[in-house]
Structure formats: structure tokens, C-alpha cells
């Protein structure tokens, strides 16, 4: 009797949804944190703080197809160099954009935003802080 072996062929995972789901460890680390000063500064646990900072994070996973296609689409070689390096910037302008536009929305959704401060100032001071971190992220990614 002869044994058949099958092997079964397993497909490999996109590299743009190991990243989405690799957000998920600031996600829970950022909401655990934002916990965790609640409690110790406040003396009781502000949900919506702690839902706000894990929640950053999932919407930044949700962005990082953005990154994956732009890398796919412009691949560093010394023939585009330029047209490489101006799609990847506007790819991480794009990201910052996108990351401060969704941010900032729940911090209304969540009441997160400062009452006294209007909504146009508060999306642009969102979109001057998250531009360097967006920028680094989007380039590690």
C-alpha cells in the first residue's frame, strides 16, 4: 500500500495586512497606557481617552495600504530616483492627511477635542503634529 502524501500549499500573507495587524500591538500598548494614567492621575479610568489612543493606531493600520502600493508602484532603483522620492514624499504627506483628518474626526465623534479651541485650528494643529511622526512611519513602514 503505497501512502500518498499531499502537501498543502499555503498562500502567503499581503505584507500590507501583517503591517495593519502589527498596529495592533501599539494599539493595545497606547490604550493601555492612556488607562493606566487615568487611573493613577485621575483617580478614575476615562474610556473615552482610552479608546481614543488605541483606536489612533488601528485607523494608522488601516492606512498603511497606502505605503504598501506607493512601495510596489515606485520602487527605489537609481533610474527614477527623483520621481521615487517625490511620490514617496507625497505618499507620506498623503498619510499624514489622512491619519490627522480620521484622528481628528473622533476626537469629535469621542469628544476628545478642546471646546474653546474652533475645528479648523484644532485639524491643523493635528495635521503640524502628526506630520514627522507620519513621515517616520511611513518611511519604517
Known amino acids: 500500500m503505497a501512502s500518498?502524501?499531499?502537501k498543502r500549499v499555503s498562500r502567503p500573507r499581503p505584507l500590507w495586512l501583517v503591517i495593519a495587524l502589527a498596529c495592533l500591538v501599539p494599539a493595545l500598548?497606547?490604550?493601555?497606557?492612556?488607562?493606566l494614567n487615568s487611573r493613577f492621575?485621575?483617580?478614575?479610568?476615562?474610556?473615552?481617552?482610552?479608546?481614543?489612543?488605541g483606536a489612533l493606531w488601528l485607523v494608522f493600520g488601516a492606512l498603511t495600504p497606502i505605503?504598501?502600493?506607493l512601495a510596489r508602484r515606485f520602487p527605489l532603483r537609481r533610474q527614477t530616483i527623483g520621481r521615487t522620492v517625490a511620490a514617496h514624499l507625497a505618499g507620506a504627506f498623503v498619510l499624514c492627511?489622512?491619519?490627522?483628518?480620521?484622528?481628528?474626526?473622533?476626537?469629535?465623534?469621542?469628544?476628545?477635542?478642546?471646546?474653546?479651541?474652533?475645528?479648523?485650528?484644532?485639524?491643523?494643529t493635528w495635521i503640524l503634529a502628526n506630520l514627522p511622526w507620519s513621515v517616520?512611519?511611513?518611511f519604517t513602514v
Not at 101 to 122: D, F, I, Q, T, W
Open 4 to 6: 500518498r502524501v499531499i
Open 29 to 35: 500598548l497606547n490604550a493601555f497606557t492612556s488607562y
Open 41 to 53: 492621575w485621575r483617580g478614575s479610568v476615562d474610556w473615552g481617552a482610552v479608546v481614543f489612543a
Open 67 to 69: 505605503t504598501y502600493v
Open 97 to 124: 492627511i489622512a491619519w490627522a483628518s480620521l484622528g481628528s474626526s473622533l476626537a469629535v465623534v469621542l469628544n476628545r477635542r478642546p471646546v474653546e479651541e474652533s475645528l479648523l485650528r484644532y485639524y491643523f
Open 136 to 138: 517616520f512611519l511611513y
